[in-house]
């Protein structure tokens, strides 16, 4: 094994962009569990954010190229379904870069569930406003669900809490 660390594996995998929100990466996201380094081979496990994701394969073949490219020719990726990828795993900075994409982040619930979804309350991404409401729980995709603001008169997306 030459003398590649653990983190600069991290710091390669940090490049990869999430193929549905290109401004975050896949390490922000916490769709990368763990990166465990043997003697001459690399193994990197993840978790999707949805299982049967399409760009699951497309972030599995980003992973082994960019650690490839480190010069590590034995790479596995893992895909990791337990526990689910929750959207607590999201890094504080990757939330204020959703915020700053127009997408509301999701609220951190800590494993409550139930609560967060009693709330109910979206904070509008782009003047920080409460006032507003649940137009649609059918997003464009299953993981995302359209409020109105009612300061903006506009429609937002928020990333549902998982
Ligand atoms: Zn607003």
Not at 86 to 102: P, V
Not at 120 to 143: H, M, Q, W, Y
């Amino acid at each position: 094994m030459t003398n590649l660390s653990t983190k600069k594996i991290w710091q390669a995998l940090e490049s990869i962009k999430d193929p549905e929100i290109p401004v975050v990466s896949v390490v922000e996201m916490g769709i990368v569990r763990e990166v465990i380094v043997t003697d001459d081979s690399v193994r990197v496990t993840m978790t999707p954010t949805f299982s049967g994701c399409p760009a699951l394969e497309v972030m599995r073949r980003e992973i082994e190229t960019a650690v490839r490219q480190l010069g590590i020719a034995n790479v596995t990726v893992e895909t990791v379904l337990h526990p689910p990828w929750s959207t607590d795993w999201i890094t504080d900075e990757a939330s204020e870069k959703l915020r700053q994409f127009g997408l509301a982040p999701p609220q951190k619930h800590g494993g409550d569930l139930i609560s967060v979804a009693f709330l109910d309350v979206a904070e509008c991404p782009r003047c920080g406003s409460k006032n507003t409401s649940i137009k649609n729980s059918f997003g464009p995709t299953l993981c995302r669900m359209i409020y109105y603001c009612h300061d903006c008169q506009d429609a937002f997306e928020q990333f549902k809490p998982l």
